[in-house]
């Protein structure tokens, strides 16, 4: 359906250039006949956890790694198999003097320089447009588990980051079997929110909202507290303003002690094992 990307072929665009298109017509028409059998008590939430866009290059993490200069005895190794997302590690055991620190820093800087002014030689574009430490976006008890550095790709570039290519390049060049064999599109940060029935405004397109806002919403439009502990916040800015009057925010703790058991568990996948099969005997999802 793209002439722009490297694996279009017209003959297949020919046959089915419009059946993405035509898959969402269809689910849009069924959403619409969902919609009209609604009750006024009923709120219509349709959400994805992402978005999708092309991929016109492939960037290889792999290589783009070997390439940087680092302190001695400190590596970076990719997080997934996808993404510009990266663990630094060394072979230092702790606990870590003030040199390892320091060095430490400055293998961190020089991920984030790299990541920074990587451009696609073919077109000079900047590959990446935002770089977070760990600390911008997790929090919580495993944030040691996080990648050190994430990179946000800029529309068009991916990485992939499992296997070498015979030539070594970063960029490999379009006509190279990485993009026959791999994904000519891929997760992109925005995605789909749909909210729909007689407590949601009509048109309001404008409000900043996040995935772990979706939890929180629901609760607030089935009139359950939400829990202070809980990441996000209600999407109240699409709601009929009579409503909210009518029904304030209800926050509090209101789990049950003993519910939050699992933070205090060591962290070994047998306990957290052991707690979630309790937690489905409690419910009869196990005998």
């Given at each position: 359906?793209?002439?722009?990307?490297?694996?279009?072929?017209?003959?297949?665009?020919?046959?089915?250039?419009?059946?993405?298109?035509?898959?969402?017509?269809?689910?849009?028409?069924?959403?619409?006949?969902?919609?009209?059998?609604?009750?006024?008590?009923?709120?219509?939430?349709?959400?994805?956890?992402?978005?999708?866009?092309?991929?016109?290059?492939?960037?290889?993490?792999?290589?783009?790694?070997?390439?940087?200069?680092?302190?001695?005895?400190?590596?970076?190794?990719?997080?997934?198999?996808?993404?510009?997302?990266?663990?630094?590690?060394?072979?230092?055991?702790?606990?870590?003097?003030?040199?390892?620190?320091?060095?430490?820093?400055?293998?961190?800087?020089?991920?984030?320089?790299?990541?920074?002014?990587?451009?696609?030689?073919?077109?000079?574009?900047?590959?990446?447009?935002?770089?977070?430490?760990?600390?911008?976006?997790?929090?919580?008890?495993?944030?040691?588990?996080?990648?050190?550095?994430?990179?946000?790709?800029?529309?068009?570039?991916?990485?992939?980051?499992?296997?070498?290519?015979?030539?070594?390049?970063?960029?490999?060049?379009?006509?190279?079997p990485v993009f026959?064999?791999?994904?000519?599109?891929?997760?992109?940060?925005?995605?789909?929110?749909?909210?729909?029935?007689?407590?949601?405004?009509?048109?309001?397109?404008?409000?900043?909202?996040?995935?772990?806002?979706?939890?929180?919403?629901?609760?607030?439009?089935l009139e359950e507290?939400?829990?202070?502990?809980?990441?996000?916040?209600?999407?109240?800015?699409?709601?009929?303003?009579?409503?909210?009057?009518?029904?304030?925010?209800?926050?509090?703790?209101?789990?049950?002690?003993?519910?939050?058991?699992?933070?205090?568990?060591?962290?070994?996948?047998?306990?957290v094992d052991a707690?979630?099969?309790?937690?489905?005997?409690?419910?009869?999802?196990?005998?």
């Amino acid at each position: 359906m793209d002439p722009r990307h490297p694996n279009w072929d017209a003959q297949q665009a020919e046959l089915f250039g419009d059946a993405i298109l035509e898959t969402y017509q269809r689910i849009d028409a069924f959403l619409g006949r969902l919609r009209q059998q609604l009750d006024e008590q009923t709120t219509l939430l349709v959400m994805s956890d992402h978005g999708f866009g092309p991929v016109y290059q492939m960037v290889n993490g792999e290589h783009f790694i070997a390439g940087l200069e680092l302190p001695e005895d400190f590596a970076v190794q990719a997080a997934d198999n996808f993404g510009a997302k990266f663990h630094i590690f060394t072979t230092h055991q702790p606990p870590y003097d003030r040199r390892i620190r320091e060095n430490f820093s400055l293998s961190k800087e020089a991920l984030e320089r790299a990541l920074r002014a990587l451009q696609d030689p073919a077109t000079g574009r900047r590959v990446i447009h935002t770089v977070y430490s760990k600390e911008d976006l997790y929090q919580g008890p495993h944030l040691d588990l996080a990648p050190d550095i994430l990179g946000l790709e800029n529309e068009g570039y991916l990485f992939w980051n499992w296997n070498d290519t015979e030539d070594g390049a970063v960029f490999p060049p379009r006509d190279h079997p990485v993009f026959q064999r791999f994904f000519s599109a891929f997760h992109k940060m925005n995605g789909v929110l749909v909210m729909a029935g007689s407590r949601i405004r009509r048109g309001i397109n404008n409000y900043d909202a996040n995935i772990m806002d979706i939890a929180p919403t629901v609760l607030y439009l089935l009139e359950e507290p939400i829990p202070l502990d809980m990441d996000g916040a209600a999407l109240l800015a699409p709601i009929d303003p009579s409503y909210v009057r009518q029904h304030p925010l209800d926050a509090r703790w209101d789990r049950p002690s003993g519910s939050t058991a699992i933070q205090s568990l060591a962290d070994t996948s047998e306990a957290v094992d052991a707690f979630i099969e309790e937690q489905l005997r409690a419910i009869g999802y196990v005998q």
